[in-house]
């Protein structure tokens, strides 16, 4: 129900925009969010957005270079990444919880659907 696209190879201090795409019921009432996971490294909080788009909040790597955004008409979520860094190779995940059944919104097993990945990879 979530598809993940977007991602590629780019150079450090290059810009890519993933787009998530939501189908079926998830979408209304849900908050959506972007995880990221390295190589042997486990799966990290990058971003989310609430419902209403009345709140977003980032992790501290990617703040003020990253920005998520939503399309409620569309059921779409972005996730445009400036200014990359060869650190934020990662595959990319995007999340759906619905906000009455998560009370944390930075932690990812609390997130029930998850798109498929894409891999963002950002040479130095």
């Known amino acids: 129900q979530l598809q993940a696209s977007g991602g590629g190879l780019v150079q450090a201090g290059d810009s890519l925009r993933l787009s998530c795409a939501a189908s079926g019921r998830t979408f209304i009432g849900y908050v959506m969010a972007w995880f990221r996971q390295a190589p042997g490294k486990e799966r990290e909080f990058v971003a989310f957005i609430t419902w209403s788009a009345g709140t977003t909040s980032y992790s501290d790597p990617v703040k003020g270079r990253f920005t998520i955004s939503r399309d409620n008409t569309k059921k779409m979520v972005y996730l445009q990444m400036n200014s990359l860094k060869s650190e934020d190779t990662a595959v990319y995940y995007c999340?759906?919880?619905?906000?009455?059944?998560?009370?944390?919104?930075?932690?990812?097993?609390?997130?029930?659907?998850w798109g498929q990945g894409t891999q963002v990879t950002v040479s130095s």
């Open positions: 999340a759906a919880a619905h906000t009455r059944n998560i009370d944390n919104y930075r932690v990812a097993h609390l997130y029930p659907k």
